[in-house]
């Protein structure tokens, strides 16, 4: 389901990335007493190699500090938009208190951004589209209070800007977005009252007043969360602004002035729940609570009639279409407490089933996710077999659904999966081959072979996590595929072939946790590499095809085993996947419990 905004940016620090997230990071966790948790981040870009060249890269440390200093483990890390600079938590300089810093990916001298003085950790932090600045909200200048700071992300250190006014007392910043524009912020803060959450939006630069969006609140009222449309001209926020307890869902102009109801007249126990605005910024969808006007609904963004989208009181989640003219939700309207498949335009109109008949007990259970070109669903049912999920895809307005995965057994599932960029792939995870260890494999979106990904895996062994490279070709993942719970990173084409393992040498004990993709060909990576439990920042530089490859040159390429590199450069997002049992205790994960 398409989510609003709350304030918390997905490059927040100091919380666990969970399973019904965003497809994001999987941190892990070591249970031992005598060590400090660890966790790895991997910023992975790698481009193709034809024929079965092996190519493993040097890595280098990019981050600095003592002998007690530690990125921080609780996912305070990021990459720039336009990859030149990581920006991460450290205790650089004073053991326990975690600032915030920024180094170039190509090496130099770290930036401190932030300017923390007690044992603390970043609450949050977020970069902006054009990679200039970097907001981010801890308790800074006065202990327990959250605020909120800008700085260049080149810095200079000590150049920080507040930008919310003075609070008042008890007051603090609980959530922030940057504008897709880049040029302001948008935050939710206690500013004027006590326990009393607004909504404000300021310059991105500072030196500027805050303007509150909402206005006045009922007492006991708040605003809970918001969304930019894409063009960052307006603010969808959900507040309990007219009648406190009922949450209700407005639009306001970025810069502030009248804002617009956008639900239909609610009972005092009703409520909606969740929202998102559309692709192309003109509708909001969204879900209500309510015993006479719930479920699914639509309506233009600056305000108007809101039109029912669904059977009355559907509550299921749903996803927009990437061109923004249909909405695809689940709901048991056919048969209750069966959850199907459905898919009905945007502007309303008749709803579509898109799933067949389903066996008894059969359901249609989250994720379920929409290609790129808007042309397929691909979705996750217990279709044919109950308690058997298995992968299934069909045309968003209906028609034949396929199954993607090959024949599996009874107790076997297919865990969760992610759409290749290009949407002509779908590649997932599932117990296939072996009960409860859970491998990816690779299928055409419209059905066909299945092609395993991954090395053979021992029972005893598992994939945590993949992604798929933003040009489709290639993907990369996480495995302790070559040593029994020891976590190493590893590429291979999106069709199949010979994985390759991306990272360096790791000491006995060493591990590599989680990875996104950058856009500029680097890996960074948070790893115990040279020291057991010292957890530092490593750029790996897996660019075999750039700075001279072309014409020959092979000086950069070090040699390893296995077959060929192929991952398409590009960002891309991350399943959110966990681990097997006998790795989950030490890598804080979970699975499906056994049957």
Same mark, same amino acid.
């Given at each position: 389901m398409?989510s609003?905004a709350?304030?918390?940016?997905r490059d927040a620090?100091g919380?666990?990335?969970?399973l /019904?997230?965003?497809r994001g990071s999987? $941190?892990?966790?070591?249970?031992? !007493? ?5 966790a790895?981040?991997?910023f992975?870009? %790698?481009s193709?190699?034809a024929?079965?060249r ?11 500090g003592q002998?007690? !200093?530690?990125?921080d ?6 990459v ?12 650089s ?8 810093w920024?180094?170039p990916?190509?090496?130099g /001298?770290?930036?401190r951004?932030?300017?923390?003085s007690?044992?603390?950790?970043m609450?949050?932090?977020t ?5 200039r ?28 800007v ?5 609070l008042?007392?008890?007051g603090?910043?609980f ?7 880049s040029?302001? %912020? ?14 404000f939006s300021?310059s ?8 509150k969006?909402?206005p006045a609140?009922?007492?006991g009222?708040?605003v809970?969360?918001f969304?930019?449309?894409p063009?960052?001209a307006r ?6 602004q007219e009648?406190?307890g009922?949450d209700?869902?407005?639009s306001v ?5 009248a804002?617009?109801?956008?639900n239909?007249?609610l ?9 998102a ?5 003109s509708s909001?969808?969204f879900t209500v ?11 233009p963004i ?6 029912l989208?669904?059977?009355?009181g559907?509550l299921?989640?749903f ?12 709901d ?6 069966v959850?199907e ?8 109109g008749?709803?579509?089933?898109l799933n067949?008949?389903l066996?008894a007990?059969?359901?249609?259970s ?6 790129a ?9 217990d279709?044919?077999?109950d308690?058997?999920r ?7 307005g209906?028609?034949?659904?396929t ?7 009874i ?12 949407g ?6 599932a117990?296939?081959?072996?009960d ?6 690779s299928?055409?979106?419209g ?10 895996l021992?029972?005893?062994? %598992?994939?945590?996590?993949y992604?798929?490279s933003?040009?489709?070709?290639g993907?990369?993942f996480l /495995?302790?595929?070559?040593a029994n ?8 084409p ?7 393992r991306?990272?360096?040498p790791?000491p006995?004990?060493g591990?590599?946790?989680?990875f996104?993709?950058?856009?500029n060909r680097?890996?960074?990576y ?9 957890i ?8 075999i095809l750039c700075?001279?490859f ?6 950069? $390429?070090?040699s390893g085993s ?5 991952v398409g ?13 006998n790795?989950?205790a ?6 499906p419990?056994r049957?």
């Amino acid at each position: 389901m398409q989510s609003p905004a709350t304030g918390s940016h997905r490059d927040a620090c100091g919380s666990k990335l969970g399973l /019904a997230a965003t497809r994001g990071s999987l $941190w892990s966790a070591r249970p031992t !007493s005598s060590r400090t948790y660890i966790a790895a981040l991997l910023f992975v870009l %790698v481009s193709s190699v034809a024929g079965p060249r092996t190519a493993r890269a040097a890595s280098f440390r990019i981050s600095e500090g003592q002998a007690f !200093s530690d990125v921080d483990r609780a996912g305070c890390r990021t990459v720039s938009p336009d990859g030149v600079y990581a920006v991460y938590c450290q205790d650089s300089e004073t053991d326990a208190v975690f600032d915030l810093w920024s180094t170039p990916v190509a090496g130099g /001298a770290p930036i401190r951004l932030s300017d923390v003085s007690a044992p603390a950790r970043m609450v949050e932090f977020t970069i902006s589209r054009d990679s200039r600045s970097v907001v981010y909200r801890v308790d800074q200048d006065t202990a327990g209070v959250i605020e909120l700071y800008r700085i260049g992300i080149a810095g200079p250190a000590g150049s920080q800007v507040k930008l919310n006014p003075p609070l008042v007392l008890g007051g603090d910043v609980f959530g922030f977005a940057i504008s897709p524009d880049s040029g302001r %912020v948008v935050y939710r803060a206690d500013q004027e009252r006590d326990t009393t959450v607004e909504l404000f939006s300021v310059s991105i630069s500072g030196g500027g007043t805050a303007t509150k969006l909402n206005p006045a609140l009922v007492p006991g009222g708040g605003v809970s969360g918001f969304a930019f449309s894409p063009d960052g001209a307006r603010v969808v926020y959900l507040a309990d602004q007219e009648s406190n307890g009922v949450d209700e869902l407005y639009s306001v102009p970025i810069g502030g002035g009248a804002a617009a109801k956008l639900n239909p007249i609610l009972e005092p126990v009703g409520g909606v729940s969740t929202f998102a605005v559309s692709p192309g910024g003109s509708s909001v969808v969204f879900t209500v609570e309510d015993p006479y006007a719930g479920g699914l609904y639509s309506a233009p963004i600056g305000g108007g009639v809101a039109t029912l989208l669904s059977s009355p009181g559907a509550l299921g989640t749903f996803v927009i279409s990437p061109d923004g003219t249909r909405v695809v939700f689940t709901d048991d309207q056919d048969t209750p407490g069966v959850e199907e498949l459905y898919s009905v335009p945007i502007g309303g109109g008749p709803a579509v089933k898109l799933n067949p008949a389903l066996v008894a007990n059969g359901d249609v259970s989250p994720p379920f996710a929409i290609d790129a070109g808007s042309a397929r669903v691909v979705y996750v049912a217990d279709q044919e077999t109950d308690e058997k999920r298995e992968l299934y895809s069909v045309p968003i307005g209906g028609g034949a659904a396929t199954r993607l995965n090959s024949t599996m057994q009874i107790n076997r599932d297919v865990f969760d999966f992610t759409i290749g960029p290009d949407g002509s792939r779908v590649v997932y995870r599932a117990d296939q081959l072996l009960d409860q260890t859970f491998e990816i494999f690779s299928v055409p979106i419209g059905g066909g072979v299945a092609a395993p990904l991954n090395a053979t895996l021992s029972s005893d062994r %598992v994939v945590l996590t993949y992604a798929v490279s933003l040009d489709g070709s290639g993907v990369v993942f996480l /495995a302790d595929q070559e040593a029994n719970d020891v976590v190493e990173l590893f590429s291979t084409p999106i069709a199949g072939g010979n994985p390759v393992r991306l990272n360096g040498p790791l000491p006995l004990g060493g591990d590599v946790a989680e990875f996104i993709l950058s856009t500029n060909r680097e890996v960074l990576y948070v790893a115990d590499q040279e020291v057991d439990a010292r957890i530092d920042l490593f750029v790996a530089d897996t660019c075999i095809l750039c700075n001279g490859f072309e014409s020959g040159d092979t000086r950069r $390429w070090s040699s390893g085993s296995g077959g060929a590199v192929s991952v398409g450069s590009g960002r891309v997002t991350l399943t959110n996947t966990t681990v097997s049992r006998n790795v989950a205790a030490r890598h804080g994960g979970g699975l499906p419990p056994r049957r």
